[in-house]
Every structure is written in C-alpha cells, then in structure tokens.
C-alpha cells in the first residue's frame, strides 16, 4: 500500500485557483470530449470527476494506487471532484489511458479522468510534514436530511477524545469545526469517522483538517458551543461566533 499525504485545508485563495483551472479546462474539454484527454500535457497530477457525494480520500488511494504510488490527494468538497498527486508521471499516464478505454470505478461509480494543468497540487506550508495536521477538524456534512446540532455532533465525536468547542457554518451545505485537545485526537476521529453516516443512509462525514488551530466561542446554543464554559450566554440577538486563525 502506498504512503500518501492528506490534505490539510489550504489557503482560500490557492484554492479556488486550483478548483477555477481544472474548472475551465474541462469546460473547454467537454465540447470535444474524444481528444480531451490529448488537450493537456502528461502532468504527475490527475483531476477525477464524476465521484459520489459520499467519497473520502482512502476510496481514490484503494482505487488508484494499482497505477503507481500516490503522494497526495486533495478533494474538492461538492465538487464530485478530486485531484490525485502520483509519485511518478508514468503512473498518471496509466491512469488516464485505462480510464479512457474501460471503466474505473471508485467507490461504486464510475469516475473519469484527465491530466490536471497543475504539476504539483499546492500544499500548505506545513503539509510536506509527514507530522503535521491540526487538532481543528472541518466537517462537511453531505446529504443532511435530518438536523445537525452541535448536541449531535458532540455526541458523535466525543468519544474518540474530548471535544473541546464545536462551531456549526451553513455557507456551503452544512459544514462544521470540531476542536480538539490536541492533533493526535484529531486524527483519530478523522480516521475513525471520515466517510461515516452519523444517521443510516444519509448525514455523511466528510473530513479535512481546518485551517483555524483554536476556535473561540462567545454562545452556546445550537450552532456553537464551548465545552470547557458551560455558563456561557444561551440566547442573543448578534452572530457570536469567532474563529481565531
């Protein structure tokens, strides 16, 4: 089995910029789909598409490291996307030129691919670090036919260590930061529950390390909550929540 990185969230910016230059690419690509993928030069980096909501990191490694190692994989949360990183350029070619001539499935549904513009996914400056990570998680809750609360949340991730602050987000679905005392805890609920429904069938968690090292809770209420203040005010008219980057 191949030893690969996973991402911890990158700056905003590089980030969109990676997203916006696989985006326009392929947009460009699908008005000519049967030379697309002769369009871009071989390039180490490999840009999926067409994932399931569900997918996490570990089904683009069991999939595709039959081609070559892997080094590094970046999801692209909503997207049904993702950018895979070979140690080698030969193994990308070997990924590309399978998928073009016979189904590649990852986990369950068929997933297509071509050379990424990028030669190199852009990592944040710590990710090369094979100890690095953060004891802030980002959950992105996929498929949310039931409400999230932080009761809920706390009730799933605290027992793989003591959640200390949770703060709930709904700009794009449903996202939240759990934190935790300190990185080991972190990555065992990552590892424990990426991928993992918190109800059967739906509430799928999807699992990243967030960019914040320490959230700072002003309310306690439904979509935030700090578990080392309990007396916290209950009720207010103002958005209380902060991030501490």
Same mark, same amino acid.
């Given at each position: 089995?191949?030893?690969?990185?996973?991402? $911890?969230?990158?700056?905003?910016? %590089? %980030?969109?910029?990676?997203?916006?230059?696989?985006?326009? *690419?392929?947009?460009?690509c699908s008005q000519d789909s049967g030379s697309e993928t002769h369009r871009i030069a071989p390039s180490p980096v490999v840009h999926v598409r067409g994932l399931c909501e569900s997918v996490v990191?570990?089904?683009? @490694?069991?999939?595709?490291? !039959?081609?070559?190692?892997?080094?590094?994989?970046?999801?692209? $949360?909503? #997207?049904?996307?993702?950018? @895979?990183?070979?140690?080698? @350029?030969?193994?990308?070619?070997?990924?590309?030129?399978? +998928?073009?001539?016979?189904?590649?499935?990852?986990?369950?549904?068929?997933?297509?691919?071509?050379?990424?513009?990028?030669?190199?996914?852009?990592?944040?400056?710590?990710?090369? /670090?094979?100890?690095?990570?953060? #004891?802030?998680?980002? %959950?992105? =809750?996929?498929?949310? %036919?039931?409400? =999230?609360?932080?009761? *809920?949340?706390?009730?799933?991730?605290?027992?793989?260590?003591?959640?200390?602050?949770? @703060?709930?987000?709904?700009?794009?679905?449903?996202?939240?930061?759990?934190?935790?005392?300190? /990185?080991?805890?972190?990555?065992?609920? !990552?590892?424990?529950?990426?991928?993992?429904? =918190?109800?059967? +069938?739906?509430?799928?968690?999807?699992?990243?390390?967030?960019?914040?090292?320490?959230?700072?809770?002003?309310?306690?209420?439904? /979509?935030?909550?700090?578990?080392? !203040?309990?007396?916290?005010?209950?009720?207010?008219?103002?958005?209380? *929540?902060?991030?501490?980057?």
């Open positions: 089995m191949s030893a690969y990185s996973v991402n $911890p969230k990158p700056t905003l910016t %590089l %980030l969109l910029n990676e997203w916006m230059n696989e985006y326009c *690419v392929f947009s460009l990191e570990a089904d683009l @490694v069991e999939a595709l490291e !039959k081609f070559g190692n892997i080094c590094y994989v970046m999801m692209m $949360p909503f #997207k049904r996307q993702a950018l @895979v990183e070979f140690e080698e @350029v030969q193994s990308a070619d070997r990924c590309v030129a399978c +998928g073009s001539q016979e189904p590649v499935y990852i986990a369950g549904q068929q997933a297509y691919f071509n050379y990424s513009t990028s030669k190199r996914i852009t990592r944040p400056t710590n990710a090369d /670090d094979p100890n690095s990570g953060n #004891k802030v998680l980002l %959950l992105s =809750i996929q498929n949310p %036919l039931y409400p =999230i609360t932080t009761d *809920v949340l706390y009730t799933v991730c605290n027992p793989i260590g003591n959640v200390l602050r949770i @703060v709930i987000f709904k700009r794009n679905g449903i996202q939240a930061m759990v934190e935790y005392p300190s /990185d080991d805890n972190a990555q065992k609920a !990552k590892a424990a529950l990426n991928g993992a429904d =918190i109800y059967a +069938g739906c509430c799928t968690l999807k699992i990243e390390y967030a960019r914040p090292s320490r959230l700072n809770v002003i309310r306690n209420d439904n /979509d935030s909550w700090d578990y080392t !203040k309990p007396f916290l005010l209950r009720r207010g008219t103002r958005e209380c *929540v902060c991030v501490c980057v």
